[in-house]
Nanobody, 122 residues
Framework: QVQLVESGGGLVQAGGSLRLSCAASGRTFSSMGWFRQAPGKEREAVAA????????FTVDTVKGRFTISRDNAKNTVYLQMNSLKPEDTAVYYCAADGRLVALFAEQGYKYWGQGTQVTVSS
């Protein structure tokens, strides 16, 4: 049974940092990604990783501040978030097995975690 378990969310002041973790069990995946959904907004892609090549991708709004990485041995993907801004406040979701040609397309992902809340205060 596939399971994705996120952790690491919380409350942080603007300019601070958090690291989210997503531990996957049940199998390994071709890709994993992070998405977020702010109140009243649609869910959007944040970052993704091609598991076999290690190639990483981040959206422009977080580029230079957020970094996605992996630990193969632990089958875990991380999202290091630095220089956080109030507009980064959202529920962050981990997803697995997205389409390699469209890693930012949420409809391509087969598996989702339960989400973890990130709140950035000003």
């Amino acid at each position: 049974q596939v399971q994705l378990v996120e952790s690491g969310g919380g409350l942080v002041q603007a300019g601070g940092s958090l690291r989210l973790s997503c531990a996957a069990s049940g199998r390994t995946f071709s890709s994993m990604g992070w998405f977020r959904q702010a109140p009243g907004k649609e869910r959007e892609a944040v970052a993704a990783i091609n598991w076999s090549t290690g190639s990483t991708f981040t959206v422009d709004t977080v580029k230079g501040r957020f970094t996605i990485s992996r630990d193969n041995a632990k089958n875990t993907v991380y999202l290091q978030m630095n220089s956080l801004k109030p507009e980064d406040t959202a529920v962050y979701y981990c997803a697995a097995d997205g389409r390699l040609v469209a890693l930012f397309a949420e409809q391509g992902y087969k598996y989702w975690g339960q989400g973890t809340q990130v709140t950035v205060s000003s």
